[in-house]
């Protein structure tokens, strides 16, 4: 498919409240577009990251949220995200919170870091996460209940086994415990701050 952001030079405003940004990183050009939405009762910001090939076609990377706030003000949950480039370092930052009576959805932080390529792929060099999937008085009976209590029986070592499984699976990265998943939230949150604090200069 033929992109004209190949004449893009820097960010602008689109219509549709749309932003395009171009990267150039080891002589490879990328680019960073960034959609609102507001579709039912849920309401965000996307980024979607693309390369450019020698044919001006668009090869799409991944996708991060930005901010999506999903449900009623007294029940809502709550992604944020932010990215950071230094050199041909990307890291990603996702935060995910709970407003109001919500009870199933879940609370953590996620850093990943990449690498980019000579050759203009990404090579992931870590990603670390701690994710409760819901609420610590709404499941007591799946494995998650071990991460504040130790397990006893076999039984409870293999649930709480197949729960860090479970959320590594789903949100692609190696679980953490106790002040180290403390730090990466602390340090989840600055990132976004940062993000934010930058968005009103």
């Known amino acids: 498919m033929k992109f004209f952001f190949a004449l893009l030079s820097c960010t602008f405003m689109l219509p549709a409240q749309t932003t395009i940004k171009h990267l150039n990183i080891h002589d490879n050009d990328f680019y960073i577009i960034t959609d609102t939405y507001d579709i039912?009762?849920?309401?965000?910001?996307?980024?979607?990251?693309?390369?450019?090939?020698?044919?001006?076609?668009?090869t799409h990377l991944f996708n991060l949220t930005l901010e999506d706030k999903t449900g009623t003000c007294g029940a809502r949950s709550v992604e944020e995200g932010?990215?950071?480039i230094d050199g041909d370092t990307l890291t990603l930052y996702t935060l995910w919170e709970r407003q109001g009576r919500i009870y199933d959805v879940p609370y953590g932080a996620r850093i990943?870091?990449?690498?980019?390529?000579?050759?203009?792929?990404l090579t992931l060099v870590s990603s670390k996460l701690y994710v409760e999937t819901a609420r610590k008085s709404f499941d007591r009976s799946s494995g998650m209940r071990f991460l504040w209590e130790s397990p006893k029986s076999d039984a409870d070592k293999k649930a709480f086994t197949n729960y860090i499984a479970s959320v590594e699976q789903q949100y692609k990265g190696t679980f953490i415990f106790g002040d180290d998943a403390k730090a990466l939230i602390k340090e989840v949150k600055t990132a976004i701050s940062r993000r934010n604090l930058s968005r009103w200069k």
Do not use: A, L
């Not at 009762?41 to 076609?57: L, P």
């Open 40 to 58: 039912y009762d849920s309401k965000g910001e996307v980024m979607k990251f693309y390369r450019e090939e020698n044919t001006y076609d668009m």
């Open 82 to 84: 932010s990215y950071e």
């Open 112 to 121: 990943q870091h990449y690498r980019i390529e000579n050759n203009g792929t």
